[in-house]
């Protein structure tokens, strides 16, 4: 994976997946707003994200579109 790409706000959560054992599905943006995505091969663990304490440009996201296979993530107002 192109690491330069990965928004260092966001990295955290991506290391904490990687320990877990999870692993990257995709990095293809499907969707417009989107510079550059990554889809983890299973569901985030969203209890230790929030233990990470990371600033208030990152937020969690819920996708209610039944089109795409994500049902939550995080994203960086940066």
């Known amino acids: 994976m192109e ?3 990965l928004c260092p706000t ?3 959560i991506f290391e904490l997946e990687l ?3 999870n692993e990257v599905e995709s990095t293809e943006s499907g969707w417009t707003n ?3 995505s990554v889809v983890m091969k299973n569901r985030l663990c969203h ?3 929030e233990e990470l304490k990371l600033p208030s440009s990152v937020r969690k996201w819920k ?5 795409y296979a994500l049902e ?6 940066k």
Not at 72 to 77: E, I, N, P
């Open 10 to 12: 966001l990295r955290p």
């Open 47 to 49: 209890d230790s994200v």
């Open 72 to 77: 939550t993530g995080y994203f960086c107002d």
């Open 63 to 67: 996708n209610t579109d039944g089109h």
């Open 3 to 5: 690491n330069a790409l």
């Open 34 to 36: 989107c510079a550059f």
């Open 19 to 21: 320990a877990r054992g």
